[in-house]
């Protein structure tokens, strides 16, 4: 169907067809490059006009990061824009984050004035000359999808629909557009477009019936198989299908530096999150959406373990180097692929050795919980706080509204995590600063949850927490923050050790670069922006500070903030 709208200009017409797209947000960062953006808003506003709503979010790490969230709890691309090349690259580990976690995202930015003159929008201040860039797509060119530059009005709906439909489209991730003042500035009486969209959009893939088979001979012969998993659960519905295929042979399921909740945690097939043990003796490894399922050099699968390995895209071609076997791969949607995989080795299965499997693994879950849960009483009374510790009374406290989004420090062996969509951990690609925008987003997305995100005192920084407080009650979005305070980078100080066991930095016990102290005072930063903040030291107090907190969040509508002193490692 075509339809028109009254609009005044090229800006008026994206923001209505963004609107008509399904768009729900625009994440922006301002510059001089929005002035058509916002005068086209102030148009769109008076009138009661269709168009995203629109968000300031004064960092462009928070920015990526909330339209991250958002995309990670609906499947929905959000647009971000951003001021220009400046602001580009600001957003750029964001950018990273996205790209190397598949998420949909329509990244935008301002594009400096082209004309010197005589152009609605021309050139007016100083910057316009200095922050042009020979190739602003370069900046981002190697971590999206897809690149363009508005040019004309002419080509605005063939532009959007093709960028939504390349995010959206599996391997999804991001996709930059950038907009120049000219275009944007261009002035027009009516806009016409289809509704809905006619560009394509391919649904899922399923790997072929031979090679399927071929997969489930190499299964159902195995006798020792194991399951290793790292993002399945970016697609919610496959972790079902997982579930189905461990059910159907009693193949121990491994989350491995998970960032999804894959396989429940409470499953007796759920066999913890340290694969090592499952490779001593692993005949078959199946590799599911596992960028890197095992340290080559530190534990590699025995050498004749058969490697199956399951994921939209097995190769990780965007990767540039990535040597992880398979005898066998299947390529599609996960859920697709892991269903035809359990019809069709069920059959060929021995039921006597599958049951004997069963009755194994489902004894090593529970002694693998009962050994966690003996940890966390013994370390109780430990001040500072062991972060075990602090991981199981958030655990505790965690209901099946409860969505957990954790940027280092939060172990997740210490909770029982059960729904799929109820857990996500830091991006692959590692850009600190990601915790506390995607719990934001995640928060848009869904209101009705209650939204833990936990961080360490490093992660926090980076996330920008005055930008991301402020959002928070700029747009009435309670989240839970809480920060793990050991007062220092650990990974850095860990990587250290594990680099020069015994050398002079271990020997000495000087580590530069890796300490955060003198702590700041975390809570005053969020009680800046009203949210309800304390410093908790005494872990007695822990579970109590935790509860008081989320009232204000579930019932005062409120964010909080908790700063838990941890120990030093
Ligand atoms: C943008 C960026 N800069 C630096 C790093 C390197 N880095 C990885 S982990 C880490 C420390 C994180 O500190 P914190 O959140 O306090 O957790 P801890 O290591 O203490 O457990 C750093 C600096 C990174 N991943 N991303």
């Not at 990061?65 to 951003?82: C, E, I, L, P």
């Not at 003159?117 to 999808?145: M, N, Y």
């Not at 289809?194 to 649904?203: E, L, T, Y």
Request: glycine share 6%; net charge neutral; proline share 7%.
């Amino acid at each position: 169907m075509r339809k028109q709208a009254s609009v005044e200009s090229t800006a008026e017409a994206y923001l209505e067809l963004l609107a008509a797209r399904g768009i729900e947000y625009l994440f922006a960062n301002a510059g001089t490059d929005f002035a058509p953006i916002i005068e086209a808003y102030a148009r769109r506003g008076a009138q009661g006009q269709a168009r995203p709503r629109p968000m300031t979010v004064p960092h462009e790490v928070v920015a990526v990061s909330m339209a991250h969230g958002f995309a990670m709890v609906t499947g929905k691309a959000q647009a971000v824009m951003v001021h220009v090349i400046v602001g580009t690259a600001n957003a750029l580990g964001g950018i990273m984050n996205a790209a190397r976690s598949n998420v949909p995202m329509l990244f935008s930015a301002g594009r400096n004035p082209i004309t010197e003159s005589g152009a609605v929008g021309s050139r007016d201040r100083p910057i316009h000359w200095a922050q042009e860039s020979f190739d602003q797509g370069t900046l981002v060119r190697e971590f999206v999808k897809w690149d363009y530059e508005l040019r004309s009005l002419s080509h605005l709906e063939t532009v959007v629909d093709r960028a939504l439909a390349i995010t959206h489209t599996e391997p999804q991730g991001p996709v930059y557009l950038t907009l120049p003042r000219e275009v944007l500035a261009e002035r027009l009486d009516a806009f016409e477009y289809s509704d809905p969209a006619r560009a394509p959009r391919p649904g899922p893939l399923r790997p072929d019936g031979e090679t399927v088979a071929e997969a489930a001979r190499l299964l159902a012969a195995a006798r020792n198989p194991i399951v290793i998993t790292k993002a399945l659960g970016r697609d919610p519905e496959a972790v079902a299908s997982l579930v189905a295929l461990a059910e159907a042979l009693a193949i121990p399921v491994f989350d491995h530096s998970h960032t999804h909740l894959n396989f429940p945690q409470d499953h007796p097939l759920h066999a913890g999150f340290d694969s090592a043990p499952g490779l001593d003796e692993a005949d078959l490894v199946l590799v599911v959406e596992s960028d890197a399922p095992w340290y080559p050099s530190i534990q590699p699968p025995r050498s004749e373990a058969k490697i199956i390995q399951v994921a939209v895209d097995p190769l990780f071609s965007r990767y540039p180097i990535r040597g992880f076997q398979g005898d066998v791969a299947l390529a599609g949607a996960p859920r697709l692929s892991l269903r035809a995989l359990a019809e069709a080795a069920a059959p060929l299965a021995d039921a006597a050795s599958v049951a004997a499997r069963r009755r194994r693994w489902e004894s090593e879950h529970n002694r693998r919980r009962e050994a966690r849960a003996t940890r966390a009483r013994a370390l109780a009374s430990d001040r500072p706080m062991d972060m075990a510790w602090v991981s199981r009374c958030i655990g505790d406290l965690v209901d099946r509204q409860t969505v957990i989004v954790n940027e280092y420090d939060f172990d997740a062996s210490q909770a029982t995590m059960t729904r799929p969509g109820s857990y996500f951990a830091a991006p692959p690609a590692g850009g600190l600063g990601w915790g506390l925008g995607a719990a934001l987003g995640a928060k848009l997305a869904a209101p009705g949850k209650t939204v833990i995100c936990c961080v360490g005192d490093g992660a926090y920084i980076f996330g920008a927490p005055t930008a991301a407080h402020f959002v928070a009650r700029a747009y009435d979005l309670p989240v839970l923050f809480v920060v793990f305070n050991n007062r220092m980078w650990n990974a850095v100080k860990r990587a250290v050790q594990t680099h020069a066991s015994e050398g002079w930095a271990v020997k000495t016990g000087i580590m530069p670069l890796t300490e955060l102290d003198p702590a700041p005072d975390y809570e005053l930063i969020c009680r800046a922006s009203g949210g309800h903040a304390e410093r908790v030291e005494d872990p007695a107090e822990l579970s109590a500070a935790l509860k008081r907190a989320l009232r204000v969040v579930r019932d005062e509508k409120r964010q909080a903030l908790l700063n838990v002193i941890c120990k030093k490692p």
